[in-house]
T-cell receptor
């Protein structure tokens, strides 16, 4: 299947700092999604991007769909303790006659220190 | 409340003992999928279903079976579990291709 490289694998930051993580792909995608997984829970959608170049915000979160359609980044501003968790990027690409499938990155484990 | 429900949430079993993890969604979604989550590997798709009676393999289908007899249910079957299937499993459903997936809370399986 398609491969997604997500970095960094883990981050330790101080409360109040900004955070940036990104995903790159060897293939182009039609959709980029960013999910967050709290400890003991399933992933929950944070931001969805559907158009190359699109920049979307959700509160303190901002994500962009790269112009090449092969990358995306997620920024978190002014981090707070509840930002702790694993962040996943996911890409989707459909060709005529193929089935819908979402490919996930390996995740970024975020720890926010008080 | 819109949700995806998985059972059991935790299970310890032994090699070779057949087990089923159930998944049910109440959002009338056509698309459902199973993932396994392992450290450093993210979420890998096992099987997915585009609609009732339509299922297909994901990236890591070996050792698993699924069925989709009803729209709301998508059970994951391990006919003869092995230790390498010890993992955290997630069921997900979605209504729009390429759109949001809603995940269950996960089922942690240990195979001894």
């Amino acid at each position: 299947g398609q491969q997604l490289n997500q970095s960094p694998q883990s981050m330790f930051i101080q409360e109040g700092e900004d955070v940036s993580m990104n995903c790159t792909s060897s293939s182009i995608f039609n959709t980029w999604l960013w999910y967050k997984q709290d400890p003991g829970e399933g992933p929950v959608l944070l931001i969805a991007l559907y158009k190359a170049g699109e920049l979307t915000s959700n509160g303190r979160l901002t994500a962009q769909f790269g112009i090449t359609r092969k990358d995306s980044f997620l920024n978190i501003s002014a981090s707070i303790p509840s930002d702790v968790g694993i962040y996943f990027c996911a890409g989707h690409f459909t060709t005529p006659g193929s089935a819908r499938q979402l490919t996930f990155g390996s995740g970024t484990q975020l720890t926010v220190l008080p | 409340e819109a949700q995806v429900t998985q059972n059991p949430r935790y299970l310890i079993t032994v090699t070779g003992k057949k087990l089923t993890v159930t998944c049910s969604q109440n959002m009338n979604h056509e698309y459902m999928s199973w993932y396994r989550q392992d450290p450093g590997l993210g979420l890998r798709q096992i099987y997915y279903s585009m609609n009732v009676e339509v299922t297909d393999k994901g990236d890591v289908p070996e050792g698993y079976k699924v069925s989709r007899k009803e729209k709301r249910n998508f059970p994951l079957i391990l006919e003869s579990p092995s230790p390498n299937q010890t993992s955290l499993y997630f069921c997900a459903s979605g209504g729009v291709p390429g759109g949001e997936l809603f995940f269950g809370e996960g089922s942690r399986l240990t195979v001894l």
